[in-house]
């Protein structure tokens, strides 16, 4: 042993110390209820890989980045993929233009399919009819239904916004309820303004529209609660997203109200609310299944030339409700953020 | 270097006489005046004409719990947008502050979940993480010259997709898990998102820690040497480095304390919401920086107060909620906010610019 590396034991010596003292004392204070050690249950269910040659398939979304909603819609591709052995390319911008380039990208990079959402459909159009003149099979999910066919895709899977707003309303009738506040949390997003469209329409009684901050939840209990105060006569307030229903809760209690909540999309708390029975129901257009299908329906169109709804009909993927009556059928796999 | 700094002489003597028998600019100006001339006078009278207007076009205004709750929507504004203002009087900006709140209340969800710890380890990593981050733009302030708006412009756009790629890769999700049901959550709770009884009305407690924060920011600036230190380094930082003023220090620390007021809005978040969603808290960095401006903070450093803010994202709650108390057409919101606040934002450098010109 050299000199040099004698006073090495020494200063490791503390900080070997000052870690296991830090260790011990974190595991202290270990919580005994909740966390991921309670939550942890059977891992995912391994499946099947196809044999077939490798390809790759790109996704564009008008998908704001970190919405709970899109990122279903992302795992249920990112799954089908990796049965169908094929590269996903995810790609997403809400920007009609900058979204219409990333498919452009995705023709650029001689992809074998493309996933694409149609929200603002006369944006998407010159790049869709470029990327068919290159043999690249497109198909839509989520939105476009009213225009898939037009723009010659292969097929469509979703459930357009204003046909779950619309089930929705038709859902309120049924529930008695005279009047409804719709909280829209971005304003000027055409697929939730299509929602709360939706719902005004089919919906018998008085529907109001109300915007939110959506990036700050604590003004967007405040503001419900504000509007709670400010007409009594709400008895149900619809949100458009499974956090903002959580939250609006919360105002119901701030504001003394008695509305019932209903609620766009689900995650995992929101399950265990429905169970409780603090909302009332929730609307799924069920988004792992619309990204699962797209991706999908290119493998086996590439594969063996199927293409679903014969390029003539949509493939609806909802609108499915949960409600108490069946909400354990779907909590273990809320649980996991794929439905 | 700061009128509002400068202690104001007792008055005893009897109102100035008119410019008529003296020369006006020996004499004392009317304490009405020379309060006028304060900028948090201004930005008082914009809150209260703002108040007064919503007062008397929208009656739920009236009620206490409504009150209330126009009150808890400014303190979220007015816990950050104090030290925002501090760190504004100090000369610079922190751009990162919107998305900072959100990073804190991420770490600490994530953290004692993921460890199954008491989430009092995930809220001090949090403070340590918000503190390394307030530290780490003051840091890199100091040491390349660079414009504060660059510097943190670069750590906002990093948190933001932070937030995001840290989230989805540990949990799998686009939002953090449930931690209600875990050790430590209701203390936490107690002293972060309570709220409490008064005559009737549930008050939340995030008013009375802004208020405190109010009182110690203020009594920080203009009785301390390092509320000296704060206005030197925004006038000039270079006759403040001259005057031995420890200017590093100072910027770091009031970067930290940035970090501080983020790590407190984000608990609040955590708390009252159970889960944090990785997205939020874009766009929110401006609201704090619109309250401690129109708090009479100015943009180029060196003026300011703390008392300013307060008032300032009080007006900001005001009318935020103001509106919907109305009942106005939601699809003019955004307008009817925007024109409210240049409309207060006037009335603040009216009153002040007609009280100094006399």
Redesign the interface.
Known sequence: MSRTSLPRPRRVLPVVAVAAATALT?AG???????????DSAADASVGKASTPRMTIAMVTHA?????FW?TIRKGAEAAAAKDNVKLIYSNDETAADQANLVQNAIDQKVDGIAVTLAKPDAMKAVVAKAEQAGIPVVGFNAGLGEWKKQGLLSFFGQDEAVSGQALGTKLNSTGVKHTLCVIQA?GDVNLEQRCAGVKKTFSGKT????V???????V???I???L???KSIDEVVTLGA?FA??AV?SLS???SKAKVATFDL???LI?AIEKGTIQFAVDQQPYLQGYLAVDSLWLYKTNGNYSGGGEAPVLTGPAFVDKANVDAVAEFAA??TR | MSMTRQAEPAVTSPPAPGPHETDGRTTERPLAIRLLARPEIGVFLGAAAVFAFFLITAPPVRDGASMANILYSSSTIGIMALPVALLMIGGEFDLSAGVAVITSALTASMLSYQLTMNVWVGVIVALLVSLGVGFLNGWLLVKTGLPSFLITLGTFLILQGVNLAVTKLVTGNVATDDISTMDGFDQAKKIFASSFDVGGVEVKITVVWWLVFAAIATWVLLRTKYGNWIFAVGGNKESARAVGVPVNFTKISLFMLVGFGAWFIGMHQLFSFNTVQSGEGVGQELIYIAAAVIGGCLLTGGAGSAIGPVFGAFMFGMVQQGIVYAGWNPDWFKAFLGVMLLGATLINLWVSRAATRR
Request: hydrophobic letters at 15%; proline letters at 6%.
């Open positions: 974190l204070c270990s919580s005994s209820s909740g966390g991921k050690k309670s939550a704001p980045s970190g919405d709970t990122d304003q109001d529209i109300l915007y901050n959506g990036t700050d939840m604590p003004s209990k405040s503001t609660s504000a509007k105060t400010q007409d956090p959580l939250t919360q701030d504001a003394g995650n995992a708390s265990s996991k953020g």
